[in-house]
DNA sequence: TAATGTGAAAGGCTTCACAGCC
DNA sequence: GGCTGTGAAGCCTTTCACATTA
């Protein structure tokens, strides 16, 4: 398939979950997957992970199936593997820290380049390797660093100034976990995490409710 | 529309989300909210607002709008909001103890009944309001408490087991924090939360790369 | 007039099914 | 025989557009 055409963004996100079954294989000597066990290895179906792998470029061979480190090859490509990304913190509460000090990130390339609150009373700490600057640095470290991914970590209060702050920097790309919608501009990539949003999907698949009292 | 015709996945996972918005505006005094607006507050389409709510029972008032109190009744409702919901989080590391102090979920009406690991040195430990018990207590604590849900955030390795291990207790649906595929039964719910696959996805939308060297 | 409620159209994603190839 | 690659069918979701009603 041409390179020319647009990725799905559902394929995308499946990208990232690929890559790490792969991994997997790779680190047990696995050198041939067919779509068939990638699929049993990530609960979709074969048809889906061939059309995803087709998407990426990566071809197999029919009666066999596909090369591991060739798919690895692929994925982590499309997913901008190979370059470390640098990718800024902002809101160094309880979820901040935990985020900052996540030894995941550094191992998926990615690079913690800096931390940021609006409380000068934590403004100079150390939290993990880097050290919490304050908010209104924010535009020339994004701009030194050439950072594209902003997390947002605040309250739900700050979180929309903090996401403008954040684009006017020149951040394209903001991974949210603050419990509220945020508006950005559509040139703005944005993903939501909040840990309430989804227990409460979760709680609505309760088996249907004993009466109450 | 009929309670009995089932709610689609994608409009419940919008629910929450709805909710967080109603709450703001109960809070903020306002007793009417137009689809328009509501849309604009989350980011969705208005006819998509009007059909989700639909779905959940809540009527408006042509010309006018729907009562926020209203709203909220419904939403709630659907989403089992009126009863505490006990969880349990398995796996003590650092992003589960973030978890366990995390004041959002009292306040969302979850309670977390019981933390748990395997290791025997975390055992006994005091992790916000609650003490850290072994993973083969997991069933009795299930069982007393009624829990339907489990958090899971082990590394990776102990996930799947510890999945196991909380289907087998009754837990009927997982939010899993480990960074791994896991294999579950169809009658168990079950949602990722991942945040290397998130900003690798985000990792994507890079601009344009820059040839590489 | 202003906003809901909802069929119908449009668009996108998944699954099927099988030709093609090793 | 076995597995890839992919058109076609089916399903689901979103959006449009408008009749309806306070």
Redesign the interface.
């Known amino acids: 398939m041409s390179d020319r055409c647009r990725i799905p963004e559902t394929t995308?996100?499946r990208?990232?979950?690929y890559?790490?079954?792969l991994l997997r294989l790779a680190a047990g000597q696995e050198r041939i997957v067919s779509s068939q066990r990638l699929a049993q290895?990530?609960?979709l179906h074969s048809a889906r992970v061939r059309k995803d792998l087709a998407y990426v470029g990566a071809s197999g061979t029919r009666g066999v199936g596909y090369d591991v480190a060739h798919l690895l090859d692929m994925t982590g490509r499309?997913?901008?593997?190979?370059?470390e990304?640098p990718?800024v913190i902002v809101g160094m509460g309880?979820?901040g820290?935990?985020?900052a000090?996540?030894g995941?990130?550094g191992s998926?390339?990615?690079r913690i380049a800096a931390l940021f609150d609006v409380d000068r009373a934590k403004v100079g700490q150390q939290v993990g390797a880097a050290t919490v600057r304050h908010l209104d640095e924010l535009a020339a470290t994004v701009a030194t660093e050439d950072c594209?991914?902003g997390?947002l970590a605040t309250p739900a209060a700050a979180a929309q100034s903090a996401a403008d702050a954040l684009v006017a920097a020149g951040v394209?790309?903001?991974?949210n976990f603050a419990?509220?919608?945020?508006?950005v501009g559509c040139d703005v990539?944005l993903?939501d995490?909040?840990?309430?949003?989804?227990?409460?999907?979760?709680?609505?698949?309760?088996?249907p409710?004993r009466p109450?009292r």
């Open positions: 995308v996100a990208l990232p979950v890559l790490r079954s290895l990530t609960g499309e997913l901008r593997r190979s370059q990304t990718v309880q979820l820290r935990a985020l000090g996540y995941g990130l998926e390339g990615f594209v991914i997390v394209r790309a903001i991974l419990p509220t919608s945020l508006a990539w993903r995490v909040d840990v309430s949003v989804e227990l409460q999907i979760l709680a609505h698949h309760r088996l409710t109450t």
